[in-house]
């Protein structure tokens, strides 16, 4: 196969910009889930800042910390986020499928960052933390939809002068082929 005639491969992009606009989102997305979910239970947007903050300095310093703590906690979210994206970016730019099916890719990749938070990550950081159903599957589909799916659609947006145009129907192709997006 010549290079004319290869399939486009997805190399390059804005690449800083799909990460950190991918972290900014899904950081702000998934804190808002967890403030939205914590507010029923009486705990306050600090409390849960902290409670983040204490996975790293430990829950009574965190508490202790007031305010900087919080900010401790919002700094160390996005820093998750920012390794999240970066994996996945990294990743599309070797495996094609990832943008050109953002999706599905999203939606999967978001229970793949939730097997690795709730199953490696967080009992590392809080050993009493026990799996529960109920916290299990929301933390499933809110990974799916508010981290996954974002951080594919935006490394999708952010590479879509580099994905491969399919022909038209009329033209022998299919309707569901990858399209580029306007």
């Known amino acids: 196969m010549t290079p004319s005639t290869a399939e486009p491969r997805i190399e390059k992009s804005d690449g800083f910009s799909a990460i950190a606009w991918a972290t900014l989102v899904a950081g702000v997305l998934d804190i808002s889930s967890a403030f939205a979910l914590a507010y029923p239970k009486g705990v306050g947007p600090v409390r849960v800042l902290q409670g983040v903050a204490a996975g790293l300095i430990g ?87 508010l981290i996954g799916l974002p951080i594919a659609l935006i490394v999708r947006w952010f590479s879509r002068s580099q994905l491969p145009v399919s022909p038209k129907p009329s033209e022998g192709g299919s309707t569901l082929d990858p399209q580029p997006l306007p």
């Open 59 to 145: 829950r009574e310093s965190a508490v202790k910390g007031g305010l900087l703590t919080a900010g401790l906690g919002w700094v160390i979210h996005l820093f998750i986020a920012f390794i999240v994206a970066s994996v996945f970016y990294i990743a599309s730019r070797k495996i094609g499928f990832l943008t050109r099916r953002a999706i599905i890719s999203g939606l999967l990749y978001g229970v793949v960052v939730y097997g690795v938070m709730y199953w490696i990550v967080m009992p590392l950081a809080y050993p009493v933390v026990h799996p529960s159903l109920s916290r299990d599957a929301t933390a499933v589909c809110v990974h799916m939809i």
